[in-house]
């Protein structure tokens, strides 16, 4: 049965509402500040190591000793969404402007609020590159310029093909509107100029704990993946998280059990094709194109029902 558990550092105060029925453990793990990385495919043994230390580490968060005014919130929830209500307090936290770790259907991701620029800094600072969790096409629309639509004139209808792969495990890659923060297109280090107004991915995960969190919070959250800083791995087992994270400020954990090192797959929507640009969990559709095919031989058109099909 799943559990809330606090341990850690410092916490947003609005923890004083939780539940009585609250477990406060507690979990002090010194571990080095983060280095910066950016091999993004893991070997997956080495994940799967990791993943087994799982059942020796829960022998450590004995009897509860943390207050609510000072942990990281730990919530262990049912992955298939039987017991949403437990998120209560994460989505509080993350109203105000809190950053944590949260379950996809790929690999885990830190999340913040789209719109705290303070939590968008503190998740620049832990991770890139960033993209935008959204819980409906509306949202993508929102924060991007959306996808290419037909015009009536045997032109393809991209649009109608991406709606039929979301929910999924894919990040397409839309340029920005001027409704996304510019912290979200930036690049370099926070000291760093603005960049002018880029391109973001977006993703609408197909996972329950997932979307529970962005309809509850009803707004789309800002999210990096969550690799190992040292190893530039692909982290699955929240316990394991916890302990390398916990120390760098995370707010709160969202454990839905550990999951399979395979990332979402990167379809590039700003050419003139739909182009991979990293092949993961989601299979290569008919209608996208690999980064090794012929492109002078591609035409969308062919590939993708015209709207007047």
């Known amino acids: 049965m799943a559990e809330t558990k606090i341990y850690g550092h410092k916490l947003a105060p609005s923890l004083s509402s939780l539940p009585s029925s609250t477990t406060l453990r507690r979990h002090v793990a010194p571990f080095p500040s983060l280095v910066s990385f950016n091999t993004p495919k893991p070997p997956r043994l080495r994940v799967l190591s990791m993943a087994i230390k799982r059942s020796p580490k829960r022998l450590k968060y004995s009897a509860p000793r943390f207050t609510k005014e000072g942990g990281m919130l730990y919530v262990e929830a049912d992955e298939l969404g039987a017991d949403t209500w437990k998120l209560e307090p994460v989505i509080e936290l993350l109203k105000q402007g809190a950053v944590g ?3 996809t259907d790929t690999v885990y991701a830190i999340v913040c609020d789209l719109k705290s620029n303070s939590a968008i800094e503190r998740l620049r600072d832990i991770g890139s590159p960033l993209s ?40 397409f890659i839309l340029t920005a ?3 996304l923060p510019k912290q979200c297109v930036r690049y370099g280090t926070k000291t760093a100029k603005y960049a002018s107004r880029k391109n973001v991915g977006v993703r609408m995960p197909d996972d329950a704990i997932c979307q529970a969190i962005l309809e509850k919070i009803n707004a789309p959250l800002i999210s990096t993946s969550v690799r190992s800083p040292k190893e530039n791995e692909w982290m699955v087992d929240p316990v394991v998280i916890a302990d390398i994270y916990g120390p760098e400020g995370l707010d709160f954990i969202v454990d839905g059990g550990v999951r399979v090192a395979d990332p979402s797959t990167v379809v590039d929507m700003t050419g003139s094709y739909p182009k991979i640009t990293r092949l993961g969990k989601g299979p290569k559709l008919h209608w ?22």
């Open 132 to 171: 935008i969790l959204c819980c409906s096409l509306r949202d993508m629309d929102t924060y991007t310029t959306g996808f290419p639509s037909g015009d009536g004139q045997g032109h393809a209808d991209i649009f109608r093909a991406v709606k039929h792969c979301l929910p999924g495990p894919y990040t």
């Open 177 to 179: 509107s001027k409704e």
């Open 101 to 103: 770790v949260i379950p």
């Open 288 to 309: 996208m194109v690999a980064e090794d095919d012929d492109e002078s031989a591609f035409h969308v058109e062919d590939l993708i029902p015209s709207a007047t099909s």
